[in-house]
């Protein structure tokens, strides 16, 4: 995720770069001008457009008012920041109008326009509309309370007005934040005699380029994020193993379930396990039919020593004892070859040790 945002971050960086438009040309207003002006972000204020009066303030900021002095002496002033600023920073029509008590009395203290001062081409300040002045007092004034003390029931207007409404803050947040991005990278580049953009782009192909590459990159990390989780392939299912303490202990299971659990263990490719699953198979057989005594602590050599010497299957027992400690306590992997082995010696064990038990049930029962 941090080399994406790296990405993002170049690639909105190289592309506010390479994409210049004209500056907005500041003017010289006389004062009757300024008074005028001042007027027209009133009455958007009035009115409820407080989006046109902020653009209407951050214009007459970037403005200087030229004044004559009583000899004859003559300059240019800024535009009070003070009154304006707060109105062109606004982000709601609530901040926007906190400032509206402070911009009637700058108008007032300036002088009202002659016809001889504001010059033909001043723009008359527009009059407020005032069906759209009833509509805006309508929509803020208060719903009288029905009798009970009950609020008025709002009317639901649907999940994506709602959603629209709950995001105005921030999409007013991200646009206001490009508009002075776009001044910014401006300022960087200097002005053209002929007033036209170099890349011959406005705003509006700005922010649809900036849009589009937010997009494609936004694609490109939930591509990333998806392979991310797919992971790796499961590993070929194999028999599930027991708790180790299972696996150890000879009697947690009977002899042919010792058998069926060594070929289980030989298929999933785990020979050394399988090993230890048919010598306990032995050793449980070796239970049953009488020939060993199993007593917690016994090693496996003295479980061999145990056993007769005059039965035929004693020398078959101890290597398969001796096969068995080699690959369990020698060794970390056992080879397929060594696994044969041991199934084999155990096989034949198993043979031996039950035919033993069969000939000697009969021997009782004659």
Same mark, same amino acid.
């Given at each position: 995720?941090?080399?994406?945002?790296?990405?993002?971050?170049?690639?909105?960086?190289?592309?506010?770069?390479?994409?210049?438009?004209?500056?907005?040309?500041?003017?010289?207003?006389?004062?009757?001008?300024?008074?005028?002006?001042?007027?027209?972000?009133?009455?958007?204020?009035?009115?409820?457009?407080?989006?046109?009066?902020?653009?209407?303030?951050?214009?007459?900021?970037?403005?200087?008012? /030229?004044?004559?002095?009583?000899?004859?002496?003559?300059?240019?002033?800024?535009?009070?920041?003070?009154?304006?600023?707060?109105?062109?920073?606004?982000?709601?029509?609530?901040?926007?109008?906190?400032?509206?008590?402070?911009?009637?009395?700058?108008?007032?203290?300036?002088?009202?326009?002659?016809?001889?001062?504001?010059?033909?081409?001043?723009?008359?300040?527009?009059?407020?509309?005032?069906?759209?002045?009833?509509?805006?007092?309508?929509?803020?004034?208060?719903?009288?309370?029905?009798?009970?003390?009950?609020?008025?029931?709002?009317?639901?207007?649907?999940?994506?007005?709602?959603?629209?409404?709950?995001?105005?803050?921030?999409?007013?947040?991200?646009?206001?934040?490009?508009?002075?991005?776009?001044?910014?990278?401006?300022?960087?580049?200097?002005?053209?005699?002929?007033?036209?953009?170099?890349?011959?782009?406005?705003?509006?192909?700005?922010?649809?380029?900036?849009?589009?590459?937010?997009?494609?990159?936004?694609?490109?990390?939930?591509?990333?994020?998806?392979?991310?989780?797919?992971?790796?392939?499961?590993?070929?299912?194999?028999?599930?193993?027991?708790?180790?303490?299972?696996?150890?202990?000879?009697?947690?299971?009977? /002899?042919?379930?010792?058998?069926?659990?060594?070929?289980?263990?030989?298929?999933?490719?785990?020979?050394?396990?399988?090993?230890? /699953?048919?010598?306990?198979?032995?050793?449980?057989?070796?239970?049953?039919?009488?020939?060993?005594?199993?007593?917690?602590?016994?090693?496996?050599?003295?479980?061999?020593?145990?056993?007769?010497?005059?039965?035929?299957?004693?020398?078959?027992?101890?290597?398969?004892?001796?096969?068995?400690?080699?690959?369990?306590?020698?060794?970390?992997?056992?080879?397929?070859?060594?696994?044969?082995?041991?199934?084999?010696?155990?096989?034949?064990?198993?043979?031996?040790?039950?035919?033993?038990?069969?000939?000697?049930?009969?021997?009782?029962?004659?």
């Amino acid at each position: 995720m941090k080399r994406l945002a790296a990405v993002l971050q170049a690639v909105l960086a190289g592309a506010a770069v390479l994409l210049l438009a004209a500056p907005v040309a500041a003017e010289t207003i006389s004062i009757g001008t300024y008074r005028a002006r001042l007027s027209e972000v009133q009455a958007r204020l009035r009115s409820g457009d407080w989006i046109a009066a902020r653009e209407k303030a951050r214009r007459l900021l970037a403005d200087r008012v /030229a004044y004559g002095g009583d000899r004859g002496d003559q300059g240019a002033l800024e535009p009070d920041a003070s009154v304006l600023g707060p109105i062109a920073r606004a982000g709601r029509l609530d901040q926007a109008r906190a400032s509206s008590a402070a911009l009637d009395r700058l108008i007032a203290a300036l002088p009202e326009a002659s016809p001889e001062a504001s010059g033909a081409g001043d723009p008359p300040v527009p009059a407020p509309d005032p069906k759209l002045l009833k509509e805006v007092e309508k929509r803020q004034a208060l719903a009288e309370l029905p009798e009970g003390g009950l609020l008025p029931e709002v009317q639901d207007r649907g999940l994506l007005a709602a959603l629209a409404e709950f995001l105005k803050p921030a999409v007013d947040f991200f646009e206001d934040l490009l508009e002075r991005l776009w001044e910014w990278l401006l300022k960087l580049f200097p002005e053209r005699s002929d007033g036209a953009s170099p890349l011959g782009l406005d705003m509006t192909t700005v922010t649809a380029l900036v849009v589009a590459l937010a997009v494609i990159l936004a694609w490109v990390g939930w591509r990333v994020l998806r392979n991310r989780r797919r992971g790796a392939a499961a590993p070929p299912a194999g028999p599930a193993p027991l708790p180790p303490a299972a696996d150890d202990d000879p009697l947690s299971r009977e /002899a042919s379930e010792w058998e069926r659990y060594a070929r289980e263990l030989a298929a999933a490719g785990r020979a050394r396990e399988a090993i230890r /699953a048919w010598y306990h198979a032995v050793l449980v057989a070796l239970y049953r039919a009488g020939a060993l005594h199993y007593r917690k602590g016994r090693t496996n050599w003295e479980y061999v020593s145990q056993v007769p010497p005059g039965l035929s299957w004693r020398a078959g027992f101890a290597e398969l004892t001796r096969s068995f400690e080699r690959e369990w306590y020698g060794r970390d992997q056992s080879e397929p070859e060594a696994l044969r082995e041991s199934e084999g010696m155990a096989l034949h064990l198993l043979t031996a040790v039950r035919d033993t038990a069969r000939n000697r049930d009969r021997e009782r029962a004659a």
